[in-house]
């Protein structure tokens, strides 16, 4: 009988999110981290600055459909006074609630951005991300509090963020991120 409740109450969830949204946007996790190091021969190698972050910008999601073929994550990343944007497509997404997207920002983004000072926790200011489908947006959240579209006045930097497939980190944790749609 405990195991006939325990379905119930887990296939009633699982109808009530399909019903509602096909997507939904779970956590929002931003994090600054250095350059992956690597090792190899046949050529000169040189070592990353350790003291240089990047950006990295981590999202969870949740999918309701068994498979999408497509959705695009757009990301709105206020970095001290400066409004970046950036999308990543992604293709053959399973249904879950462990999917992952990422987009980064180098550290020469960032000390351009920071003009020659410190980067710092503090000059990352919010993150928006939203989640589009056929053009429609499916859900969006906000790291922190702030006005709905908050970014929608500001002048918007596209260009200077990359997806995981464009980074040095193109190698690393295939199985946690969503297949970057790549143009064919």
């Known amino acids: 009988m405990k195991g006939i409740v325990a379905i119930t109450l887990v296939w009633g969830s699982i109808s009530a999110f399909g019903q509602t949204r096909d997507f939904q946007l779970l956590r929002i996790a931003p994090n600054f981290i250095s350059s992956p190091q690597f090792t190899y021969t046949g050529a000169q190698q040189y070592v990353a600055d350790l003291r240089e972050r990047w950006l990295e910008v981590e999202v969870t999601l949740a999918a309701a459909p068994e498979f999408s073929d497509e959705l695009t994550v757009k990301y709105f990343i206020l970095f001290n006074g400066k409004l970046l944007t950036g999308e990543v497509t992604h293709t053959n997404i399973p ?90």
């Open 95 to 184: 249904a879950g609630r462990e999917n992952r997207s990422v987009i980064y920002v180098t550290p020469k983004t960032l000390q351009r951005l920071m003009l020659g000072r410190t980067v710092t926790n503090a000059a990352l200011q919010n993150i928006t991300v939203q989640l589009l489908q056929q053009r429609g947006i499916k859900d969006e959240m906000t790291l922190t509090r702030a006005p709905v579209q908050w970014y929608a006045a500001m002048p918007q930097i596209a260009g200077l963020t990359l997806n995981k497939n464009e980074t040095p980190f193109a190698p690393l944790y295939w199985d946690r991120y969503l297949q970057v749609k790549t143009a064919r």
